[in-house]
C-alpha cells in the first residue's frame, strides 16, 4: 500500500502507436471496464497486473489461495467461465519475457485482443470494451516489456504519480472526443475519475477537508463533462482541456498536504495499527 512497481512501458515512437497505448495505459487502470461485480468492488486489470507487472500481495476472498493467486474460473466476478473447481494459479508478470505468456501477443494474429475481450465479457461479465479501448489494452501490454524496466524497481505510491495518471487518461479522451469516439472517451473519462478516488480515499483526516473538497470539485467537471459527452452537442474539448490544466493548481495543493494524509507511510500503518519495516519507518 505504500509502494509500486516501476512500469516496464515502452512507448512506441509512432505517434497512433503511442496514443493506442496511452489508451490502453489507462482502461488498464480503470475498473468501469471489467463491469459487473469486478468493477463495484474497485478492481482493474491492474488489481492483479500491478504497473502491468505481477501481484504477489494479490488475496481476493473466494478468488485467491496464497496471496498472488487467483482463479479465473471461479463464479464469484462471473458465471460464464465457472467450472466448480477452485484452483487458483499465480498471475502472470505481464512485463516480464513474452515466451513465458501463454497467449501470443503480436499483432497479427490478434490471440491478444481476443483473449482480451473474453477476459472481460467471460471472465468478468463486462460489456464489450469500444474498439479503440480494446485495442488499446492489447497495445498496452504488447508494450511492456523487461527491456523497458527502469531503476528502481520500486517506487513510493505518491499524489504526482496519481494525478498524472489521471491527466494521461484525460488527454486520452480529449483525443478520443475529437476524433467523434464517445463511447471510448467515457471510459477515459472513468479511468481519470478512479485515479482522483484513489486519492481522496488517503485524505481521509477531517483535517484536510478542504483538499476532499477541492477533489470532489475536480471529480464534479468530470461527471459534467461525461454529461455533456452523452448528448448530441459538440464535445466538451475546451472544458477538457481546461480541466487539465486547473489539475496542476490541485495537484499542488495536495502535495504540500501529502505528510498529513494516509500516502504518508507512518500515518497509514497507525491507521491500519501495524508495524512498519525498519527501512519504511
Not at 200 to 225: I, V
Request: overall charge neutral.
Amino acid at each position: 500500500m505504500t509502494t509500486t512497481p516501476a512500469e516496464c512501458l515502452a512507448l512506441p515512437a509512432d505517434p497512433a502507436a503511442r496514443r493506442s497505448v496511452e489508451i490502453g495505459r489507462a482502461a488498464f487502470r480503470t475498473p468501469v471496464v471489467l463491469g459487473g461485480q469486478a468493477a463495484r468492488s474497485g478492481v482493474a486489470c491492474e488489481t492483479c497486473h500491478r504497473a502491468g507487472r505481477t501481484n504477489p500481495d494479490f488475496a481476493f476472498p473466494g478468488v485467491s489461495g496464497p496471496p498472488g493467486t487467483a482463479d479465473v474460473t471461479s463464479s464469484l466476478f462471473s458465471t460464464h467461465r465457472d467450472d466448480g473447481v477452485f484452483d487458483p494459479r499465480p498471475i502472470p508478470d505481464l512485463s516480464g519475457p513474452k515466451a513465458r505468456l501463454k497467449i501470443d501477443q503480436t499483432a497479427q494474429t490478434r490471440a491478444l485482443e481476443s483473449f482480451i475481450q473474453g477476459l472481460v465479457t467471460e471472465e468478468f461479465d463486462g460489456p464489450r470494451p469500444p474498439p479503440a479501448v480494446l485495442q488499446g489494452l492489447a497495445d498496452y501490454v504488447r508494450a511492456l516489456s523487461p527491456g523497458a524496466c527502469p531503476t528502481p524497481a520500486d517506487h513510493a505510491v505518491s499524489v504526482a504519480d496519481l494525478m498524472d495518471d489521471a491527466r494521461r487518461a484525460e488527454a486520452a479522451a480529449e483525443t478520443l472526443a475529437a476524433a467523434g469516439d464517445r463511447p471510448a472517451a467515457l471510459v477515459m473519462i472513468a479511468g481519470a475519475r478512479a485515479r482522483l478516488g484513489l486519492i481522496d480515499e488517503r485524505f481521509a483526516d477531517p483535517a484536510l477537508s478542504p483538499q476532499k473538497q477541492a477533489l470532489l470539485a475536480a471529480d464534479h467537471r468530470l461527471a459534467a463533462l461525461a454529461e455533456t459527452l452523452r448528448g448530441q452537442g459538440p464535445p466538451p474539448l475546451e472544458g477538457l482541456a481546461r480541466w487539465r490544466r486547473d489539475t496542476v493548481t490541485l495537484e499542488a495543493g495536495l502535495v504540500r498536504e501529502q505528510s498529513r494524509s494516509l500516502f504518508n507511510p507512518r500515518r497509514l500503518a497507525a491507521t491500519l495499527q501495524v508495524r512498519l519495516p525498519r527501512e519504511a519507518s
